[in-house]
């Protein structure tokens, strides 16, 4: 953004300077121009004099004729020494008098005419005129001065134009980006701000810290967190009112169907085959007799444990996705109390299906919300007893592990030796109501999203791995402090 906006004060700023130094050198050249013209001027007032400066012819063919220079021609030869030079030549263009390289062609008539020359180093112009002198008869005479204007044109506009501008582009560019960088440092700091936030952190952000120019801008940005905190609230106190409201009646008619359950193994005869029986459903009041089968009442008794259960994580879903969760003080937790006590909450379950439940732990306390770390654990024990066969094992795991460099940090584990998840589904397993294809038994999809959003609530890193013997699957849960 600031670089974006350095760039357009940077273009914005050098297009002007190059414009004015464009326009800058074109008024110097006209300035140049007319000051040379002024130089010509003078040249061809000065070219009579040289003429009249020719006293008689040679005396001989080889010596030069008698000069005698007039007082402008001498003002005009000292005052630009060294850069000034004048040659008086006859009609064939042969130097009688003067410089030597002061030539040029010899005009077909009696007008002046100018033209270049460059002489050590220094370009020259040259004014050439063919007239009669004051005692020699006709000549050809011209004088030359290195101080033209045009001539020093170029150097001049480089020195006076190109390089002074090239500096202050130079210098607008750092200062731009000082300036920028300063100005904008306020806005850069609350894009940063607002990209550090967690996804659950809507709360607004303070408009008195920001500069007045941006202050709408927060506004804006505030009245969204606000409308998206609604919504979010919203959607979680259906949520949580739905799971409430269902977990009574779920939780009676459970009852019932465990009784009905009971009743039906109770009163089936000896030896009859499975899944035939009868049970008398009583009420209140008497109504009737219903005839049940065992397998039916099975069935149904099934359906109301995973309804039930579906309730329970919903609702747990939506406490550990609560903004609320942020203000709540944490506390310290004992890792290795909490796997003990779900140890034996699990036991019979474990039991009853024919798993070796193991313990494995260490001393370890970390900082969190203690029911929200038990519900995590709770639902990765019950899915490793869900999905592992009978004779298998589930081990649970807390304590400390070395991170390098004598970093150590807190982690929970829950492993077990069943069918695992392949690696490609890894990414996904997290996702609510995901299932891997293929799953045996029937699950919610749930246990470990549920696990997912706890981690994430106490800033903790869940990963999948297999687990230890090349099968099954080990969730893992590192702490950050």
Not at 231 to 237: H, S, Y
Not at 294 to 299: A, H, L, M
Not at 405 to 412: D, I, P, T
């Amino acid at each position: 953004m600031t670089s974006d906006l350095r760039n357009r004060l940077l273009l914005l700023l050098v297009l002007p300077l190059c414009v004015l130094a464009l326009v800058g050198g074109w008024l110097d050249y006209r300035s140049a121009d007319e000051a040379a013209n002024q130089h010509d001027q003078r040249l061809l007032r000065l070219l009579p004099a040289l003429a009249d400066s020719v006293m008689a012819p040679p005396l001989h063919e080889n010596e030069p004729p008698l000069l005698l220079l007039a007082p402008p021609i001498e003002d005009f030869l000292r005052q630009r020494a060294g850069y000034a030079g004048y040659s008086v030549m006859d009609t064939s263009g042969r130097v009688v008098a003067g410089n030597a390289w002061v030539v040029g062609a010899v005009p077909a008539t009696q007008a002046a005419e100018f033209h270049s020359l460059e002489y050590g180093g220094v370009t020259y112009r040259v004014a050439v005129q063919r007239g009669r002198t004051a005692g020699a008869g006709e000549m050809v005479v011209a004088l030359a001065d290195g101080s033209d204007p045009r001539q020093q044109w170029a150097l001049q506009t480089l020195l006076r134009l190109l390089l002074p501008n090239l500096v202050l582009v130079a210098a607008a560019a750092l200062a731009i980006h000082w300036a920028v960088r300063r100005a904008f440092k306020p806005l850069v700091d609350l894009a940063e701000a607002v990209e550090r936030r967690s996804p659950r952190d809507l709360s607004p952000i303070d408009e008195a810290a920001s500069p007045s120019e941006v202050r709408p801008l927060v506004h804006s940005l505030n009245r969204l967190f606000e409308l998206v905190n609604a919504q979010a609230e919203g959607q979680r106190r259906f949520v949580a009112d739905a799971a409430h409201q269902l977990r009574t009646p779920l939780a009676g008619l459970q009852a019932q169907v465990e009784a009905w359950a009971l009743m039906a193994q109770a009163s089936a005869p000896h030896g009859a085959e499975a899944g035939a029986g009868r049970l008398l459903a009583q009420g209140g009041r008497a109504q009737g007799a219903i005839v049940l089968g065992i397998d039916q009442v099975e069935k149904l008794r099934d359906a109301t444990r995973r309804t039930s259960q579906l309730t329970h994580q919903l609702l747990a879903l939506s406490r550990a996705d609560a903004r609320s969760l942020d203000a709540q003080p944490m506390q310290r937790v004992d890792l290795k109390d909490l796997c003990e006590e779900l140890l034996e909450n699990f036991l019979d379950a474990a039991t009853g299906k024919g798993l070796d439940l193991g313990l494995d732990v260490r001393a370890v306390r970390v900082t969190g919300h203690g029911w929200l770390l038990r519900e995590l654990v709770s639902n990765l024990v019950d899915n490793a007893i869900k999905y592992t066969p009978a004779g298998g094992s589930v081990t649970i795991r807390c304590g400390l592990r070395s991170l390098g460099r004598g970093v150590q940090r807190a982690f929970l584990q829950v492993e077990d030796d069943g069918p695992g998840v392949p690696e490609a589904e890894h990414a996904r397993v997290v996702q609510r109501f995901y299932r891997v294809p293929g799953s045996a038994g029937e699950g919610t999809g749930l246990g470990l999203a549920i696990a997912d959003e706890i981690a994430r609530v106490h800033r903790a890193t869940l990963t999948l791995e297999r687990g230890s013997q090349g099968r099954g699957l080990l969730v893992t849960l590192v702490f950050a402090e």
